[in-house]
């Protein structure tokens, strides 16, 4: 019999997630995974933190925990702590039970149940996203059915914001539309706004009553501290408005395979934030049923303890200042070799993706005579460097940028 | 709201001078948001949280209880868990999850030595349990055959509906359940199935039919199965059950294997939730049989394109423990006997129920309760009377007259058979 699926096409590989594959496929010892933003340690290897291994192992000893489904909402505290980990503790938007806040499959997850949750309830079906953004994002907006345009955002001649672009294009956008933003550590530029330009950015949506949806996968990660990279989205909380917000903690908690995130629909009322997580519930439902239990488990437990909380901040610091070396170190190596170009933005933009500049063809040859692997448009994750292998990067820049053009 | 939270930020002292933009749209975007209502099965546990009566008793959601009518681990998993833990990263699966896992669930459906498995002609992906299955399959098959229907049984969970209309595909019915004689409508099926147009999606319930526990006999499938050749018909199985509902794995997987006996490319949904006890991980695999390795791969492929903007990646935890359980013989063997021993508790359950029943001298035949299969109960009885066993005697399940047979005890069996005898003596 007849398959009556003989008419599917073959897939394109993910070019994030087909980099790795690539790169597994590569025997070459001196090859370089510089693609996907996963963490890793000084020797390269993936980490798990001690905090986490330390829930885990009082999880799996705790002989009264079940496996019963949780509610479709996720777990309760976990929703609860998660919403003050990026509102902040005294924020008054959680005091006065204004936030519905819905576990979810990591960042994508909370992006997609919100986007869908956007196009049957919110008035307006269009989303500003920013140029460039993380190849995902206009994908799971498609499919949510929302359309997608775009705002200006990165400069490649100053390899920063093109702060003037983003104003004219968001100030041209229709009344209500919604708009996606990077609150730190913007993937893939790392090209972060200053507080300054937050604050015009926060004015120019609210003036235009656009909806703002943050995606924050990096709180902690950026600048080490947990409520400067929340900065952003306090500020917008704290004006009365109202926002969405996605959370991940797959890298500021390293729970990547975990899938934990949380969706928060910020609005102006208990009675209607109450409403708001009823009908999330019902997105949900036939997506997936209810959220998978572990990782929020981790998460909640860690979270709850004022001591592993602690433990926390401080290796999520470690991670984040390693990642600032790394960037000092690549800096420093290219200034060293005389490699043109102006280098600065290196230490200029923040997070673990640094918009090197380099094009399709330069990163083709890189990948092809120095066995790197990266993402087609240049991004490289400063988590994949270290020490070690910071020279074998910059000899490979060197010739990419003398050698092809 | 503006006042207020002038009034705050002054108390605070920190009367900062600011546009206070956010404050003029006075109202909220979601004003006309209505509650929705609650889910119909997940809601009748959460009524059941909320009621203080010592008697009250939850056969409500399909989650397996032991004769305390407590939650259970299982050993296997407890096992899985404690060699897991402290060991292994956590970094990304791939879109499609975990390879091993993913092997190791085409192996219960397919066969251990199935050959669809050996010449690589099966499209496989981890998905988030039997919901998360269905609704990629319903999305793939939304994206590549747009002008298909679903049919879906009558009745058929819920969630199913929810499911296939979510993912845009129109959705039509076939007769399954018979009300006179509490089993199946088979002419009804058939007729159904015939009339049909050629190439249509039909959804079957692989085993333990969800809600009614009615199942084809091994015969009847088989006609099912030819009259489907006949038709050209897709057939999407969904496998909540496998090992639950006889206790027996292949046993339970015997409609899916006669299909596959008679040439079908079928889709199945396969869930751990029920029979590793793994409901909050999430667990289960969705695949597809295709014509040759090149389509499984293409087909496979297509199906990460619909997991990427959902999710991402499926969840690790879940896969690990169900790859360490099936990847171990001796733990593989302990889950076997774990899984018979829940089958045969609920079994076991049926037969009290019944008999209890009769003790009472209930005027209507019980018979239905040993005939079906699997967790679920269909009763027979109508809201009003379900509504009954709720207000007077504390006992919550979903409107439809499903009981969980999972959440019967010998403990409350009596009361339970008592009550039912009280609401449905005078019908």
């Given at each position: ?81 998660s ?83 983003l ?71 704290a004006d ?166 | ?26 109202s ?34 399909g ?18 868990e ?60 939304k ?8 049919y ?13 209309r ?17 089993g ?54 969904d ?18 294997r ?31 049989l ?39 013989p ?30 009472l ?67």
């Amino acid at each position: 019999m007849d398959s009556v699926f003989s008419n599917v096409d073959r897939a394109p590989e993910d070019p994030i997630l087909g980099v790795t594959v690539a790169y597994n496929n590569d025997p070459s010892p001196a090859k370089l995974n510089l693609g996907v933003g996963a963490y890793r340690t000084e020797e390269g290897k993936p980490l798990v933190l001690d905090v986490v291994r330390r829930a885990e192992q009082q999880l799996v000893n705790d002989p009264s925990r079940v496996k019963e489904y949780i509610p479709i909402a996720g777990l309760a505290d976990f929703n609860k702590l998660s919403a003050k980990l990026i509102l902040g503790a005294d924020s008054p938007a959680i005091q006065e039970s204004r936030v519905a806040t819905i576990q979810c499959l990591s960042g994508t997850g909370s992006l997609r149940v919100g986007a869908e949750f956007l196009k049957k309830h919110y008035h307006q079906c269009v989303i500003f996203i920013p140029k460039p953004t993380w190849g995902n994002h206009p994908k799971v907006f498609n499919l949510a059915g929302l359309s997608v345009e775009y705002y200006r955002y990165y400069d490649p001649a100053t390899r920063g914001l093109d702060f003037q672009g983003l104003l004219e294009d968001l100030g041209a956008a229709p009344s209500g539309a919604i708009v996606l933003l990077h609150a730190c550590a913007h993937n893939p530029t790392g090209v972060d706004p200053t507080s300054e330009q937050w604050e015009k950015i926060r004015q120019l949506i609210r003036s235009k009553s656009l909806l703002p949806f943050f995606d924050s996968a990096y709180q902690g990660f950026a600048s080490g501290s947990l409520d400067t990279d929340a900065h952003s989205v306090r500020t917008f909380v704290a004006d009365g408005g109202e926002c969405l917000i996605a959370q991940s903690y797959a890298k500021n908690m390293g729970l990547y395979g975990e899938r934990v995130g949380a969706l928060s629909i910020v609005c102006k009322s208990a009675d209607v934030a109450s409403k708001v997580e009823s009908q999330v519930k019902l997105v949900v439902r036939p997506m997936y049923s209810s959220p998978p239990i572990h990782g929020a488990s981790i998460v909640a437990t860690i979270l709850k303890s004022s001591d592993m909380y602690n433990d926390w901040t401080i290796e999520l610091k470690g991670m984040a200042d390693r990642i600032i070396s790394m960037r000092q170190q690549l800096f420093e190596a290219l200034q060293a070799k005389g490699t043109p170009g102006d280098w600065s933005h290196i230490i200029k933009q923040i997070g673990m993706f640094t918009f090197t500049g380099l094009n399709k063809e330069q990163v083709a040859f890189m990948t092809k005579e120095y066995h790197i692997y990266m993402t087609s448009d240049g991004r490289i994750s400063m988590a994949g460097l270290s020490t070690k292998t910071v020279p074998h990067l910059v000899d490979a820049i060197h010739a990419a940028v003398t050698r092809v053009v | 709201m503006a006042a207020m939270a002038i009034r705050n930020s002054a108390s605070r002292g920190t009367m900062m001078s600011r546009q206070i933009w956010g404050l003029r749209s006075m109202s909220s975007w979601w004003k006309n948001v209505e509650p929705a209502p609650k889910d119909p099965i997940l809601g009748v546990t959460e009524a059941f949280l909320a009621d203080p009566s010592p008697d009250k008793v939850n056969v409500g959601v399909g989650a397996y209880r032991d004769d305390n009518g407590k939650p259970v681990v299982l050993e296997c998993v407890r096992e899985a868990e404690r060699r897991i833990a402290g060991t292994s990263f956590m970094e990304y699966l791939p879109m499609g999850g975990s390879v091993k896992m993913v092997d190791e669930t085409l192996k219960l459906a397919y066969g251990d030595n199935s050959e669809f498995i050996k010449d690589k002609k099966i499209a496989a992906v981890q998905s988030l349990s039997g919901t998360g299955a269905c609704r990629l399959f319903a999305d793939f098959q939304k994206r590549f055959r747009p002008d298909s229907q679903i049919y879906i049984p009558v009745p058929t969970w819920s969630n199913h509906h929810n499911i296939w209309r979510d993912a845009q595909v129109t959705q039509k019915t076939y007769h399954y359940y018979h009300p006179e004689t509490k089993g199946l409508d088979f002419s009804g099926l058939m007729d159904d199935v015939k009339n049909a147009p050629e190439g249509s999606f039909f959804l079957l319930h692989a085993c333990a039919h969800n809600p009614t526990g009615v199942d084809p006999t091994e015969e009847q499938w088989r006609e099912i199965s030819q009259l489907f050749k006949a038709k050209n018909h897709f057939a999407f199985f969904d496998m909540a059950y496998q090992g639950f509902a006889s206790g027996d794995p292949a046993r339970d997987a015997k409609s899916i294997r006669i299909f596959l006996e008679d040439g079908h490319h079928i889709g199945i949904s396969q869930s751990y939730a029920k029979n590793m006890g793994l409901y909050g991980q999430r667990v289960g695999c969705l695949s597809v049989l295709c014509e040759d390795e090149k389509q499984a791969v293409t087909v496979k492929s297509q199906l990460q394109q619909l997991a990427r903007p959902m999710y991402s990646n499926p969840p690790l935890h879940g896969a690990q423990i169900v790859s360490t359980i099936l990847g171990d013989p001796a733990l593989k063997g302990l889950w076997l006997k774990e899984v018979k021993v829940m089958a045969d508790r609920i079994i076991g359950m049926r037969t009290a129920l019944r008999e209890s029943l009769e003790k009472l001298g209930s005027p209507l035949s019980w018979e239905h309760v040993t005939k079906q299969i699997g967790m679920f109960c269909y009763s027979g009885m109508t809201p009003e009377q379900v509504d009954r066993l709720t207000s007077e005697y504390h006992i919550y399940m979903t409107r439809n007259g499903r009981i969980s047979m999972a959440g019967v005890t010998t403990g409350n069996v009596g009361y339970l058979a008592n009550a039912i005898h009280e609401v449905t003596k005078s019908s």
